[in-house]
């Protein structure tokens, strides 16, 4: 199976800066990544998709990029609302495989 | 507005079964592969199996392949997870999503602990 490595495990960031995550693929997953944003108790919800297109409604201040085996998320300014786990995912090969997870907290 | 409600969690002893549904609603469930994914507490996503729109193919990950089976009933709406030999290691919120480029909807989880 692909192994998917996020870093960092934590990102401290204040309210208004930008947030970078990264997501390593173990083989090149093309452009086959997903990025989710899951706060406690609630369900994930995806945000990017095809390594850089916004899932619908998700707002511009959220991009990704990358293809292969690197990709990133940014978050160009955070807002209050933002913080909580992050998980990329590939979607190239079977089995589906999820990143550990990058958290993002205040600073 | 899309829809899928997890239900059937609960607390279940090592090697029984239990028996997992999502009930999809605000789109035409016939035409989407679905997916279950599980979180164990504290831990990171898994993803658990896959169905075709048609149910004609299934994957499913090493860690509950010959044990867990998912099925869909297209004329109710319906995604299952029949769990058997059940282990501690399975416990976890278990999430059905539907595919859409990715995991587009995801439902609120059902809970299920493996405990004697």
């Known amino acids: 199976e692909i192994v998917m490595t996020q870093s960092p495990a934590t990102l401290s960031v204040s309210p208004g800066e930008r947030a970078t995550l990264s997501c390593r693929a173990g083989?090149?997953?093309?452009?086959?990544l997903a990025w989710y944003q899951q706060k406690p108790g609630q369900a994930p919800r995806l945000l990017i998709y095809?390594?850089?297109t916004r899932a619908t409604a998700i707002p511009a201040r959220f991009s990704g990029s990358g293809s292969g085996t690197e990709f990133t998320l940014t978050i160009s300014s955070l807002q209050s609302e933002d913080f909580a786990v992050y998980y990329c995912?590939?979607?190239?090969?079977?089995?589906?495989?999820f990143g550990q997870g990058t958290k993002v907290e205040i600073k | 507005q899309v829809q899928v409600v997890e239900s059937g969690g609960g607390v279940v002893q090592p090697g029984r079964s239990l028996r997992l549904s999502c009930a999809a609603s605000g789109f035409t469930f016939s035409s989407y592969a679905m997916h279950w994914v599980r979180q164990a507490p504290g831990k990171g996503l898994k993803w658990v199996a896959v169905?075709?729109?048609?149910?004609?193919?299934?994957y499913y990950a090493d860690s509950v392949k010959g044990r867990f089976t998912i099925s869909r009933d297209n004329s109710k709406n319906t995604l299952s997870l029949q769990m058997d030999s059940l282990r501690p290691e399975d416990t976890a919120v278990y999430y059905c999503?539907?595919?859409?480029?990715?995991?587009?909807?995801w439902g609120q989880g059902t809970l299920v602990t493996v405990s004697s």
């Open positions: 095809a390594a850089s």
């Open positions: 169905i075709s729109y048609d149910g004609s193919d299934k």
């Open positions: 083989q090149s997953v093309s452009s086959k």
């Open positions: 999503a539907r595919e859409s480029e990715a995991l587009q909807d």
């Open positions: 995912q590939q979607y190239n090969n079977w089995p589906w495989t």
